[in-house]
């Protein structure tokens, strides 16, 4: 089980970092991913990570901006988001990815609460 935490209300240009912790399993046999859903769209794929060998894909539209880590000791996954955009708002869920490439990575687990972030501008 999944849970992510870590959202909130920051202004533009600004940072959070969401986590990801893991219960039941542990990050070196399960590849994560942080997607997002903002209000009126579909859930798109921001970023994921394999610790077994260390793919990690970004979305065009974050890369250079967030960056994600595994902390496999704490059974942990970061996404450090910098410079934050009005349009990153959204509620983003972590949930176990499959095929993680530096193109794609695929949803394979189950939604569960995401975190709410809101950027104003």
């Known amino acids: 089980q999944l849970q992510a935490s870590g959202g909130g209300l920051v202004q533009t240009g600004g940072s959070l970092r969401l986590s990801c912790a893991a219960s039941g399993a542990t990050f070196d046999e399960y590849a994560i991913g942080w997607f997002r859903q903002a209000p009126g769209k579909e859930r798109e794929g921001v970023s994921c990570i394999s610790s077994s060998d260390g793919m990690i894909y970004y979305a065009d539209s974050v890369r250079g901006r967030f960056t994600i880590s595994s902390d496999n000791a704490a059974n942990t996954v970061y996404l450090q988001m910098n410079s934050l955009k009005p349009e990153d708002t959204g509620v983003y869920y972590c949930?176990?990815?499959?095929?993680?490439?530096?193109?794609?990575?695929?949803?394979?687990?189950?939604w569960g609460q995401g975190t709410l972030v809101t950027v104003s501008s």
């Open positions: 949930v176990a990815v499959w095929g993680v490439s530096p193109y794609a990575c695929y949803v394979r687990g189950h």
